[in-house]
C-alpha cells in the first residue's frame, strides 16, 4: 500500500465510521477496487484507523464520557446503592444500560469471530448487506419523532442492532440510531447513546487486533503508512462525527439510504 491509498483508505474510515453507511463495508469495497491487499499488515492498519475513528468520539463526547465514567466507577464501590442510584442517578443508570447494550455483539462477536472474518472477503455480499442499511434508514422517515427514556429492554433491542453490524456492509451507526428512533428515543440521545456505548467494544476489537499484531509484526517501512492511517482517520471522523449529530437534529438521517443504495449497486454489478 502507497502513501495515497493508505489516506483514501483512512478518509473512508473516518468518514463512514460514523456516518450510516458501514466504515467495514467501504473498507472491503476499498480494497478490493484499489488492490490494497498488497499491504503487508492489514491487521495494522485496521487497527490504527479504528484507533482514529476511536480518538474522535472522545474528542467530541468526552465531557460525556467523564462524566458518566465517574458517575459509574464512585458507584460501582457501593453496592448497596445500586438500585437507588439506578432509579434516580441518570447517568448511572444510562452507563449500566450502556453495558447492557454492549452484550450481544460482544458475545456473537466472539462466539461467531471466524465466520465473520471470512465475510470480509465477500464484497459481494457486503453490497447486499448495504441495501439492507439502506431500508433501515430509509424506515426513519416514517418514525415519529419523540423522547422516551431509554430502559433495559430498549438497551438490549439496540444492542442487537449493534450485532447485526458485525456484518459487513450493515452500519452500525445506521443500525443502533435507527432501532432508537424507532423505539422513540429523542436524536440526540440515540447518537449519544450509539457511539459512546461502543467505545468498550472498540477496545476490546483493538487488543485482539493488537494481539494478532504481536504474533505478524511490523517493518520499519510501514510506520509512515501507519502514521497516515491514524491522523487521517482521527481528523475526518471528528468532522464526519460532527456533520451527522447536525443532520440527526435536522431530522435528515434517512437521506444516506440513497448513498447506500447506490454503492450496493455498482458493488453488485462489479463484483
Known sequence: MNPFSAAILAIVQGLTEFLPVSSSGHLVLGEALLGSHSFGNSIAFELVVHLGTFLAVLVIFWKDILNLGQVFFT?????????????????????ILMLVAMLPAGFIGLLLRDQISELFS??????????????????????????????????????????????????RSGSTISMALGLGVKQEEAARFSFIMVLPLIVAATVLEFLDLVKVGISSDEISILLIGLIVSFIVGIFSLKWLLQLLKRGKFHYFAWYCFMIAIIGLIYF
Open 122 to 171: 465477500q464484497p459481494f455480499m457486503v453490497s447486499v448487506a448495504l441495501i439492507a442499511t439502506g431500508s433501515m434508514l430509509l424506515s426513519t422517515m416514517y418514525f415519529k419523532k419523540s423522547d422516551n427514556p431509554i430502559d433495559l429492554k430498549k438497551a438490549l433491542l439496540i444492542g442487537f442492532a449493534q450485532a447485526l453490524a458485525l456484518v459487513p456492509g450493515i452500519s
Open 75 to 95: 458507584r460501582l464501590v457501593k453496592p448497596g446503592t445500586w438500585s437507588s442510584e439506578y432509579q434516580n442517578n441518570n447517568d448511572f443508570r444510562i452507563s
